[in-house]
């Protein structure tokens, strides 16, 4: 073989192997300046909890900082839409929940596809929801609330925080799977709805567990069931919704996300310390505390787990006519 064909062919391998070679280096130098983990709701709330003792761990462990920035709208499409247009280069990540997947078949054109744009780095946690009455209510569990309820169509108002939301689709789900009417009345946020059924303006709601754990403890409001497969360690001796309604699961979640296309081996750093987290001492005590259920994972399961999920709300959606607002 003469020398220019040697050379051809040697500069041809280099050139193959160059953009592996790359995103190895992009991966080391992992992350070259602060990141930035953007949250598409209000400070104070799960998912902000969530993104900042995971946003102080990362930057611990990675050597940089990861800035959390709170970006309110749209039940969170404002700061997934930030995210999806962002350079995939692992500076730029979104914190997910469950308002995304039930977003993906809300909204028909929020300037982005989530399960297309959005490539999942890694789960959290999982919470359960809780179906709460008002003491006064004559109904002490579920199959009572299903019976009375059959007996009294549409004479029963269910609170949520919103149209959309998984405190309104978790109660539309229970509606669907149990022939049951209830109205809806949506509110400017869960903490309102909360305070009417408490004051016995309401009569239901599939409220989040960090939201309603203490009126529980403090007897102002009676917990009939959670939502999820499992008992909540938070409430041991309450059945789940599946005990009477079989196959009904439904779950507030949290994970992170990175704009699709980001390189593999930022993903997997990313999956890595976050799994790593999920084991630290001091992190496992705050989200139980919150009622979290840890989900450490692979991308590729939490891509799955979003997918079925999305596919889940959209069947409900589309049977209880939910129109975004």
Not at 259 to 269: G, H, K, L, Q, S
Request: aromatic share 6%; hydrophobic share 45%.
């Amino acid at each position: 073989m003469d020398v220019a064909r040697r050379r051809l062919l040697y500069l041809a391998a280099c050139a193959a192997a160059l953009p592996a070679g790359a995103h190895i280096t992009q991966a080391q130098s992992y992350p070259s300046r602060p990141a930035r983990l953007i949250v598409g709701l209000a400070a104070g709330g799960g998912q902000d909890i969530v993104a900042r003792l995971m946003g102080q761990w990362l930057s611990e462990r990675l050597g940089r900082q990861f800035i959390v920035e709170n970006r309110p709208g749209a039940s969170g499409n404002l700061a997934l839409e930030a995210v999806a247009n962002a350079p995939a280069d692992g500076h730029t990540l979104a914190l997910l929940g469950v308002n995304n997947a039930i977003n993906a078949s809300l909204y028909n054109k929020p300037g982005f596809e989530f399960l297309r744009d959005i490539a999942p780095v890694g789960a959290v946690m999982r919470v359960p929801l809780v179906m709460v009455v008002n003491p006064s209510f004559p109904a002490t569990t579920v199959p009572q609330f299903i019976a009375y309820a059959k007996a009294h169509p549409g004479k029963i108002t269910m609170g949520s925080g919103g149209v959309g939301t998984s405190i309104h689709v978790c109660g539309e789900l229970f509606k669907m799977m149990t022939g049951v009417e209830m109205l809806h009345v949506p509110y400017r946020g869960g903490a309102l709805a909360l305070n009417d059924l408490i004051g016995g303006q309401l009569q239901v709601m599939f409220d989040t567990m960090p939201e309603s754990i203490g009126f529980i403890r403090a007897g102002v409001l009676r917990p009939l069931a959670v939502t999820t497969a499992e008992r909540a360690s938070v409430l041991p001796d309450i059945p789940t919704i599946g005990d009477f309604v079989p196959g009904y699961e439904a779950s507030a979640w949290y994970g992170i996300g990175a704009p699709r296309n980001t390189p593999a081996e930022i993903v997997d750093t990313l999956n890595r310390e976050i799994n790593a987290g999920l084991t630290d001492p001091k992190i496992k005590a705050r989200l139980v505390e919150l009622g979290g259920t840890l989900s450490a994972g692979s991308p590729a399961a939490f891509e799955k787990f979003i997918a079925d999920d999305a596919e889940k709300w959209a069947k409900v959606i589309k049977f209880a006519g939910v129109k975004a607002q």
